[in-house]
Nanobody, 124 residues
Framework: QVQLVEFGGGLVQPGGSLRLSCAAS????????IGWFRQAPGKEREGVSC????????YYPDSVKSRFTISRDNAKNTVYLQMNSLKPEDTAVYYC?????????????????WGQGTQVTVDP
């Protein structure tokens, strides 16, 4: 059974940092991509990062580039999203997702398996 569980969200002040974790079970990270997405109330779901286990490549949109970093720990079967210099507009529910493919994608339609989400709130 493919399962993804996110944790590490919470309340942080502007300019602060959080590290989100995505623990995978039922599969290993090889030959998979892992994407991070976020969705705020009234907004469309937005891809914020992706990592390819096949090529080691990563993806970030301009809205988070230079502030967010995705990484993986194959021994723990876990993917992380380090978020620095957080802004109020980063407030959203953050989801991790996976698909058995080689090339990174920032589009939610390319992913079949999703975690339950974790809330990130950036608020003074």
């Amino acid at each position: 059974q493919v399962q993804l569980v996110e944790f590490g969200g919470g309340l942080v002040q502007p300019g602060g940092s959080l590290r989100l974790s995505c623990a995978a079970s039922g599969f290993t990270l090889d030959e998979h991509i892992i994407g991070w997405f976020r969705q705020a109330p009234g907004k469309e779901r937005e891809g914020v990062s992706c990592i390819s286990s096949t090529y080691g490549t990563t993806y970030y949109p301009d809205s988070v580039k230079s502030r967010f970093t995705i990484s993986r720990d194959n021994a723990k079967n876990t993917v992380y999203l380090q978020m620095n210099s957080l802004k109020p507009e980063d407030t959203a529910v953050y989801y991790c997702a996976t698909e058995a493919r080689d090339f990174c994608s920032g589009s939610s339609i390319d992913y079949d398996y999703w975690g339950q989400g974790t809330q990130v709130t950036v608020d003074p």
